[in-house]
């Protein structure tokens, strides 16, 4: 299957701080998706990005596909975005099986 | 708020035992997909269902099996429970039989 690699692991941020995450994968992918899991455990929608750029208030996200890869942009970071981001991704075909990276932990400091 | 209704959101258990995870997904979402999250494996896909019919299938051990109802709604089963099976339980759903999944809030599953 897919694998989905995500990069750095761990980031600290002070507030306001901008960041960029990153996820690449071993095979063209359809259906990336950004999730946020905040620290009460819940998975949160960001972004549903096969192809492109969008941008939801101070997030943004690009996804490549002929180059395998994806990047999460946070600017003026807050508290409230710490937490686990996960990107998500199939290989396409007949069974629709998304795989999930093991997540960038981002914690912002006030 | 997802849509994307779990209960229960907490559960304790014992070694050997079974226990019913139920999910409702989004008005209007006919596929129905459940996931596991440990510490050591991440989240891991366990099974879809499509309209009342299995559609994927993935890292589900033979003792955990799922079912989606006519209503939509969906069970997963884990019986012969052991200490490993301790994770967090996502489902999730989505409009069609791919694209953009929502997620519950999840089942805390601890077994001792």
Known sequence: GIQVEQSPPDLILQEGANSTLRCNFSDSVNNLQWFHQNPWGQLINLFYIPSGTKQNGRLSATTVATERYSLLYISSSQTTDSGVYFCAGDSGGSNYKLTFGKGTLLTVNP | ?112
Do not use: M
């Open chain 2, 1 to 112: 708020d997802s849509g994307v209704t779990q209960t229960p959101k907490h559960l304790i258990t014992a070694t050997g035992q079974r226990v019913t995870l139920r999910c409702s997904p989004r008005s209007g979402d006919l596929s129905v997909y459940w996931y596991q999250q440990s510490l050591d494996q991440g989240l891991q896909f366990l099974i879809q269902y499509y309209n009342g019919e299995e559609r994927a299938k993935g890292n589900i051990l033979e003792r955990f099996s799922a079912q989606q109802f006519p209503d939509l709604h969906s069970e997963l089963n884990l019986s012969s429970l052991e200490l490993g099976d301790s994770a967090l339980y996502f489902c999730a759903s989505s409009v069609g039989s791919a694209g953009e999944l929502f997620f519950g809030e999840g089942s805390r599953l601890t077994v001792l």
